[in-house]
């Protein structure tokens, strides 16, 4: 029988290309927009598009703030793709100060306008990057790129996490000659800055860690 994963549903995603990638890699896939559903689950994907502040109304709309607090805290194993992965975090400026689900401490930031050596930089930053991961990638399904040259990911975003802690980055891009972070790990949550369903093996090998993960 196929792992279940449930992608939460709150108006706010592709969620077609999501349930095709996790399928691909060998899960049963399910929705859930309600409460109830969300803390039922098994294992859960948060994807999103579009602005922090409007994602998280729609989830506290729907009263899916505090069930995802609880299934994260309880052990179910989350991971969060592109705005999904900045909701993960505490606040965000984006939209009007805002605050997050607070499961990663830190905070979202524009990306910098400017490079290391004060050119300007293109915003958003849309396209292929080379991932470097970090310690924190061995605890999580970004350790299926152990071993990997510079692996390429495709990123669509105008924002970036700040973890508070260093220990929870669990990948790093150069972006304008300085290091961003574009994944975070802590304990059964991991967050993805850059979109898993649209960055070819690379993307389908760390949802298909995911999915072994459950069983």
């Keep these: 029988m196929r792992p279940l994963v449930t992608i939460v549903d709150y108006g706010r995603s ?29 294992a859960l994907v948060l994807p999103g598009v579009g602005a922090f502040a409007d994602g998280m109304a729609q989830l506290r709309a729907l009263g899916l703030v505090e069930p995802l607090c609880q299934a994260a805290q309880a052990g179910t194993p989350l991971l969060g793709i592109c705005l999904g992965m900045q909701m ?38 849309v396209g292929w990057r080379a991932l470097r991961l970090t310690e924190a990638a061995q605890n999580g399904p970004l350790r299926a790129l152990a071993g990997a040259t510079a692996p390429e990911v495709y990123f669509v975003h105008s924002y970036h996490a700040l973890p ?18 574009a994944a975070v790990q802590r304990g059964n949550v991991t967050g993805l800055q850059f979109h898993p369903e649209k960055s070819g093996p690379a993307g389908l090998a760390i949802l298909r860690a995911f999915v072994r993960q459950l069983g």
Excluded: W, Y
């Excluded at 606040?91 to 100060?97: A, D, I, K, T, V």
């Design 88 to 125: 993960l975090l505490r606040q965000s400026p984006e939209g009007g100060l805002t605050a997050g689900l607070g499961l990663i401490e830190g905070e979202v930031a524009p990306l910098p306008a400017h490079a290391a050596d004060g050119r300007a930089l293109k915003v958003p930053n």
């Design 14 to 42: 592709n969620l077609l290309s999501v349930q095709r990638a996790l399928e691909a890699c060998g899960a049963g896939v399910q929705f859930a927009g309600t409460p109830a559903a969300v803390r039922d689950a098994g």
């Design 164 to 181: 508070a802690r260093a220990q929870d980055c669990a990948a790093v891009i150069e972006f304008g000659g300085q290091e961003i972070c």
